[in-house]
């Protein structure tokens, strides 16, 4: 069987595309998909909205003033290392952010790429006008398919779908369960939404308002 190709769209900010990535990295380990990343920044994207545009109308450290250096550093690790140090960054950032509660702080980015295997690497990173054109160049190129949030699925070369929205990643054949209902409405080119409202759970699995 040939792997599926997956393209995921993703903020390291945002924990409902943590349990996501979780997920579909646990797909990728059984063999069902050939997983790769894009970026795509939520704080970026909240100031153009306010424009009605791509352009979020301010220089970069004011556009994402908390995830900036992260994304960028990020960048960093895909230019130097592709898909394999974007993952194991992505990993180390989420265990921190998401699993232990850490405000991302340089002091907290700094400890996540070394555990990554890529110490010094935010310093590098970090107010690189270059990088920071990447971002935006990414973040444009995203809207123009009609990423709007994330996570954003691209499965093979069919439009993106947005999520999908999952409180706790799974795993084993329920991952793999859940990678083919999935997919399989994905490929009902009729098929637009379905959505379970209010979110009683939390990312991670808590109770809303435990």
């Known amino acids: 069987m040939t792997p599926t190709p997956v393209r995921l769209w993703i903020d390291p900010s945002c924990p409902w595309a943590w349990q996501a990535f979780s997920w579909l990295r646990d797909v990728r380990d059984q063999g069902e998909i050939d997983l790769t990343y894009a970026f795509f920044s939520l704080e970026i994207n909240a100031h153009a909205l306010e424009r009605n545009d791509v352009d979020p109308g301010l220089p970069y450290a004011d556009a994402a003033p908390t995830w900036g250096t992260a994304?960028?550093?990020?960048?960093?690790?895909?230019r130097e290392g592709g898909d394999d140090a974007v993952e194991r960054l992505l990993v180390a950032?989420?265990?921190a952010r998401h699993g232990r509660g850490e405000p991302l702080t340089?002091?907290?980015l700094d400890a996540a790429a070394a555990e990554a295997g890529l110490p010094g690497l935010p310093e590098r990173g970090g107010g690189d006008p270059g990088l920071e054109r990447e971002i935006l160049a990414e973040y444009a190129a995203a809207r123009?398919?009609?990423?709007f949030g994330v996570p954003t699925l691209q499965i093979d070369e069919d439009a993106v779908i947005y999520g999908p929205i999952i409180a706790v990643g799974p795993s084993g054949?329920?991952?793999?369960?859940?990678?083919?209902?999935v997919k399989g409405i994905a490929d009902r080119?009729?098929?637009f939404e379905l959505k379970r409202w209010p979110r009683y759970l939390r990312?991670?699995?808590a109770p809303v308002g435990a």
């Open 144 to 147: 123009a398919i009609d990423v």
């Open 189 to 191: 080119d009729a098929f």
């Open 106 to 108: 340089p002091d907290v």
């Open 93 to 95: 950032i989420g265990a």
């Open 71 to 78: 994304l960028a550093t990020l960048a960093l690790a895909r």
């Open 173 to 181: 054949q329920d991952a793999l369960a859940l990678w083919h209902q």
């Open 203 to 205: 990312p991670g699995g």
